[in-house]
């Protein structure tokens, strides 16, 4: 019915799965760059990240695979302290991000994207997706969902040809 209704409005509506995928590629362009606050204070710019290797996850609230990306990506993050991973919360109101942390309890700083602007910027449609950045802000991986299955091994496979 409300399809019908935006289409009779002569609107139309598109799935992701409608979207061509080389529309929504950054792999192989320079980072959109981008200033957000962060969720307990001060600032983020991702341009001061220059010269390091940055994993920009985002993820909202309502999103059951992010309570398995985020501290997995957490525990890479004590791994590997040579990498910059930021996870870019998109909860229009901070309480929600709040109790998901309280639920999901991970140590990562948190990039508060309320108003969309990086998500906008990344042409990110859903959650969790993830974004690796070399040193020279150049995204050279993208991945859209989690799976238990594979767990992180595509973003460490992206880093071992990052590095060579």
């Not at 600032?43 to 993820?59: A, C, D, I, N």
């Not at 998500?119 to 690796?132: A, D, H, K, R």
Request: aromatic share 8%; hydrophobic share 45%; proline share 6%.
């Amino acid at each position: 019915m409300l399809s019908a209704l935006f289409l009779a409005a002569g609107m139309a509506v598109a799935a992701p799965e409608m979207i061509p995928e080389q529309q929504i590629d950054l792999v192989g362009r320079t980072a959109p760059g981008f200033e957000l606050p962060l969720l307990e204070g001060g600032r983020f710019s991702l341009v001061e990240q220059r010269g390091k290797t940055v994993v920009l996850s985002f993820w909202a609230s309502w999103c059951g695979p992010c309570r398995e990306e985020l501290p997995a990506l957490a525990e890479l993050q004590k791994e590997r302290p040579d990498l910059a991973i930021y996870a870019v919360n998109v909860d229009r109101d901070k309480s929600m991000a709040r109790k998901f942390l309280a639920q999901t309890p991970f140590e990562l700083p948190i990039i508060w994207d309320n108003e969309s602007l990086a998500m906008g910027q990344y042409e990110v449609l859903s959650m969790p997706t993830m974004f690796l950045l070399d040193g020279n802000g150049t995204v050279k991986f993208r991945k859209t969902g989690y799976s238990r299955a594979n767990g992180l091994k595509e973003l460490q496979a992206a880093l071992l040809e990052i590095s060579q």
